[in-house]
């Protein structure tokens, strides 16, 4: 008794201790995926990116070079990623039934302002605090889209039994266009030529407008 009392600790010990700060959860998984671009990386996950895979063809070969890897301007991107989740609620909201319903120009413009020329990883990304509502704060950084529009993305620094290091470090991006605030679900992400962070699920594509 006294063994299966200890073995039930133990699995309760590591439940605990596996989820106490895992700060959003997401389908979405971390890592790197060696031999896949941006696109071939989304086709691996059908879950999260079938309808942005849809999104990026629709949007022309322009976008699917660019999420191929083949664009020679921007050999190397971070994706701030809209998942299908976010998609999907922008059809429903307004009564359309497909990604090709959309205007394709749209659909450029949208994604151009998710993705930053280079690879942007967590640990490149200061700590900050945000303004009044969300608005940009004090301490992160400023991206500049392909779009050419604003981003001010950070870092919020927590602690794990009192040590700053050992801690996640969650991602907050303010599109500064509408002045939007969302949280990365998913970060670091990464394919051959790209650095993925994935937007939380409750992003709505147009929120960055």
């Known amino acids: 008794m006294r063994q299966v009392i200890y073995m039930i600790t133990i699995v309760i010990f590591f439940a605990v201790g596996c989820t106490k700060n895992n700060y959003i959860d997401t389908g979405v998984s971390n890592g790197r995926h060696e031999g896949k671009n941006l696109l071939e990386y989304m086709e691996t996950d059908s879950y999260n ?7 990026v063809r629709h949007a022309g070969e322009e ?3 660019l999420f191929e890897g083949q664009d020679p301007d921007h050999g190397e991107i971070t994706f701030f990623g ?3 989740h976010s998609i999907r609620r922008y059809l429903l909201q307004n009564g359309l039934e497909r ?3 959309l205007d394709a120009g749209w659909c450029r413009s949208i994604l151009l302002q998710h993705v930053v020329d280079g690879k942007v990883y967590r640990k490149d990304i200061p700590a900050g605090e945000p303004g009044l509502y969300g608005t940009a704060g004090t301490g992160g950084m400023t991206l500049t889209t392909l779009a ?3 981003l001010w ?10 040590i700053v290091e ?18 990365v679900a998913s970060g670091d992400i990464e394919p051959d030529n790209c650095v993925v962070h994935a937007l939380e699920y409750k992003f709505t594509l147009g929120d960055e407008e």
């Open 148 to 150: 050419g529009t604003k």
């Open 49 to 55: 990116w079938d309808s942005t895979i849809l999104l």
């Open 99 to 101: 990604v090709t319903d």
């Open 63 to 65: 976008m699917v070079r």
């Open 82 to 84: 809209l998942t299908n």
């Open 153 to 162: 993305v950070y870092t919020v620094v927590q602690e794990k039994d009192g």
């Open 166 to 183: 050992q801690a996640a470090k969650p991602i907050y991006v303010n599109f500064q266009k509408s002045n939007n605030l969302f949280a």
